[in-house]
């Protein structure tokens, strides 16, 4: 039986010019993960993450922590939908950067229906995929683990395609993918068990890393 351990990337830079970049927090996150798991004398069999720059240096603070040096397989599926060009597809104004309790609850909120509508058929946002070839990308890259490895395995991604893979698992609604990819937090872990059938959801969105209440700030969601 395989573990399987998805890991949502660090704090990244919500409401900069370039998002797909980690917060230095993120990065704290990232690493104090590694050093977990090198505690637990956690190893891992392969790496798998998607192509974006705030998976890769998550796993280079992940690494950096439990002081291996993995070669990652870079799967482009597991990469996050554009939040942008789906809010475009609904909203035709400017919306309020999310840098303010005002403009966050927009973003969010927009996001919802944009997702919903997508998930549906109804918009095809510029320059994405269809929902069907999004979730194709992310259980394609389920169905590679299970057929190619039998141990542990670390899957460094983003909310959209964990929470899609959870969904996908326990056979749940698109709809309800919306939800679970709502509160998953930064540098959360989910772990599946696996076998050449299928996988099975063992825990969801668990920060072991940041139990301790000296980390008690180092909470995020975005």
Do not use: C
């Amino acid at each position: 039986m395989g573990q399987l351990y998805l890991v949502r990337h660090g704090q990244a830079s919500l409401g900069a010019d370039d998002y797909d970049q980690l917060s230095p927090l993120g990065q704290q996150q990232s690493q104090r993960l590694g050093e977990h798991w090198r505690s637990q004398s956690l190893t891992f069999e392969a790496v798998i993450t998607g192509s974006l720059t705030r998976h890769a240096q998550t796993l280079a603070g992940i690494q950096q922590g439990m002081g291996t040096q993995h070669r990652a397989l870079v799967w482009p599926g597991l990469n996050e939908y554009d939040s942008t060009a789906l809010i475009r597809t609904i909203h035709s104004g400017e919306p309020v950067p999310p840098t303010t309790p005002e403009g966050y609850k927009q973003h969010f909120r927009l996001l919802r229906d944009s997702l919903t509508q997508w998930m549906a058929g109804v918009v095809s946002p510029k320059g994405m995929p269809s929902y069907l070839e999004f979730v194709e990308g992310v259980t394609s890259a389920l169905d590679h683990i299970r057929q190619q490895h039998e141990g542990s395995v670390l899957l460094v991604s983003s909310g959209g395609p964990i929470a899609t893979a959870v969904a996908h698992v326990l056979r749940m609604s698109p709809e309800s993918s919306i939800e679970l990819n709502m509160r998953l937090r930064n540098s959360a872990v989910s772990e599946f068990s696996f076998n050449p059938k299928r996988h099975s959801l063992i825990s969801f969105n668990h920060l072991p890393h940041l139990e301790n209440p000296a980390y008690k700030d180092w909470f995020t969601f975005a």
